[in-house]
């Protein structure tokens, strides 16, 4: 009989998310109900802002949808963003006509490098939009001083970060800038789908919570819209999972951190090594903390030696009963973005880093010994 199969990914669903969304089933308000603004404060709490800064949204697109909008970035403008990351991150600056300009990353922390940020810039340069990739915090408080230097707007993308803190020992979300998390069900924590948007201002958040309920504003009359908007409300069903999740969060993230230590310790054994520390042609592990930063793990990705076959790795894995991903293809080379002008050798960390990465089977009841599992196969693939 052959061995389970060993997912990608697994959200943590028990009673207590039973539990609440029955309450929201019998109570008949499935949508726009007492469970989103209990949602929102909870998540405002959790993050360290004040409440009325959050709107939660379906989607993490939509709160970066909603974030661009904020910084009224539109048709002409220019933000510079990263090349390695979920699409989202640029599609939705070309929802508002605006345009990424793509910058190569960090080695180590696969986010963008501020040094490469501000050789690039020039007038025609007229935001940032980094990411926290993989759930390590971007050099923040460096972008934050080259944008006020040149007078720029920035957006954090924080769909992969909640929990991530910074170099200042802050929060991902919570240093003033519009910030957009999001809760796809291999995230940190889930809700299905579902978002939310930490806006810079009081102000901006009452108009992002109008433009997420197609345009109306609280207390409105049915049917009655002040301005542009979109359908992209959470329900009440989703916002009820969200409570239950924030509840369990910090286990969450304790048992994600120790599966990430367990894995690293294992490929250690083999000859991975940190970035920077080895060859980095080699096997390299994905950097954990570092000094006051802390990774909020959101999936664990090995750079595979340059001379391995990767897509052939996944394929014997899969053959193996064990799911395995490529994270991420780059961007810039994306057909949508070769159409318009992105070419293959712009930016080489970032696509080195693309061509060998590898996502392993990660999610916080991952069993040990599915853990074991997956190393001895992978270790037997790789010959070590």
């Given at each position: 009989?052959?061995?389970?199969?060993?997912?990608?990914?697994?959200?943590?669903?028990?009673?207590?998310?039973?539990?609440?969304?029955?309450?929201?089933?019998?109570?008949?308000?499935?949508?726009?109900?007492?469970?989103?603004?209990?949602?929102?404060?909870?998540?405002?709490?959790?993050?360290?802002?004040?409440?009325?800064?959050?709107?939660?949204?379906?989607?993490?697109?939509?709160?970066?949808?909603?974030?661009?909008?904020?910084?009224?970035?539109?048709?002409?403008?220019?933000?510079?963003?990263?090349?390695?990351?979920?699409?989202?991150?640029?599609?939705?600056?070309?929802?508002?006509?605006?345009?990424?300009?793509?910058?190569?990353?960090?080695?180590?922390?696969?986010?963008?490098?501020?040094?490469?940020?501000?050789?690039?810039?020039?007038?025609?340069?007229?935001?940032?939009?980094?990411?926290?990739?993989?759930?390590?915090?971007?050099?923040?408080?460096?972008?934050?001083?080259?944008?006020?230097?040149?007078?720029?707007?920035?957006?954090?993308?924080?769909?992969?970060?909640?929990?991530?803190?910074?170099?200042?020992?802050?929060?991902?979300?919570?240093?003033?800038?519009?910030?957009?998390?999001?809760?796809?069900?291999?995230?940190?924590?889930?809700?299905?789908?579902?978002g939310m948007l930490i806006s810079g201002s009081a102000e901006a958040a009452d108009v992002a919570r109008s433009e997420r309920n197609q345009g109306r504003a609280p207390g409105m009359k049915f049917m009655d819209h002040e301005r542009l908007g979109f359908n992209y409300r959470i329900t009440d069903l989703q916002a009820a999972l969200g409570i239950a999740q924030l509840e369990r969060l910090d286990d969450m993230l304790a048992a994600r951190a120790a599966i990430a230590s367990r894995y690293s310790e294992r490929f250690t054994a083999i000859g991975a090594t940190e970035p920077g520390a080895g060859d980095p042609d080699d096997l390299v592990l994905p950097l954990a903390d570092r000094g006051v930063e802390r990774r909020s793990w959101f999936v664990y990705v090995l750079r595979l030696p340059k001379s391995v076959d990767r897509d052939g790795v996944i394929a014997e894995l899969d053959r193996r009963g064990i799911d395995a991903r490529p994270y991420l293809p780059c961007i810039h080379l994306l057909d949508l973005y070769r159409e318009r002008g992105w070419r293959e050798g712009q930016f080489p960390i970032a696509e080195d880093f693309s061509r060998r990465s590898l996502a392993l089977p990660f999610y916080p009841a991952l069993p040990e010994d599915s853990q074991e599992r997956v190393v001895r196969e992978l270790t037997d693939i790789l010959g070590r």
């Amino acid at each position: 009989m052959s061995a389970e199969r060993i997912p990608l990914a697994r959200p943590v669903i028990g009673a207590r998310e039973e539990e609440l969304v029955l309450e929201v089933l019998r109570s008949g308000m499935l949508s726009l109900g007492p469970k989103l603004g209990e949602f929102e404060r909870g998540f405002a709490s959790r993050v360290g802002v004040e409440p009325e800064l959050v709107s939660a949204v379906s989607s993490g697109t939509a709160a970066l949808h909603l974030a661009v909008r904020e910084q009224g970035w539109g048709t002409g403008d220019r933000v510079v963003t990263t090349p390695l990351s979920f699409v989202a991150s640029s599609n939705c600056l070309l929802f508002e006509g605006a345009e990424p300009v793509f910058c190569d990353v960090d080695p180590a922390t696969l986010t963008l490098d501020p040094a490469a940020v501000e050789s690039m810039l020039d007038e025609r340069i007229d935001g940032l939009l980094p990411v926290h990739i993989f759930g390590f915090p971007a050099a923040i408080a460096e972008l934050e001083r080259i944008a006020a230097a040149h007078g720029l707007g920035l957006v954090e993308d924080c769909a992969q970060a909640l929990g991530t803190v910074d170099a200042e020992g802050r929060e991902a979300g919570s240093r003033g800038n519009p910030s957009a998390f999001a809760f796809y069900a291999n995230k940190q924590m889930a809700t299905g789908e579902g978002g939310m948007l930490i806006s810079g201002s009081a102000e901006a958040a009452d108009v992002a919570r109008s433009e997420r309920n197609q345009g109306r504003a609280p207390g409105m009359k049915f049917m009655d819209h002040e301005r542009l908007g979109f359908n992209y409300r959470i329900t009440d069903l989703q916002a009820a999972l969200g409570i239950a999740q924030l509840e369990r969060l910090d286990d969450m993230l304790a048992a994600r951190a120790a599966i990430a230590s367990r894995y690293s310790e294992r490929f250690t054994a083999i000859g991975a090594t940190e970035p920077g520390a080895g060859d980095p042609d080699d096997l390299v592990l994905p950097l954990a903390d570092r000094g006051v930063e802390r990774r909020s793990w959101f999936v664990y990705v090995l750079r595979l030696p340059k001379s391995v076959d990767r897509d052939g790795v996944i394929a014997e894995l899969d053959r193996r009963g064990i799911d395995a991903r490529p994270y991420l293809p780059c961007i810039h080379l994306l057909d949508l973005y070769r159409e318009r002008g992105w070419r293959e050798g712009q930016f080489p960390i970032a696509e080195d880093f693309s061509r060998r990465s590898l996502a392993l089977p990660f999610y916080p009841a991952l069993p040990e010994d599915s853990q074991e599992r997956v190393v001895r196969e992978l270790t037997d693939i790789l010959g070590r």
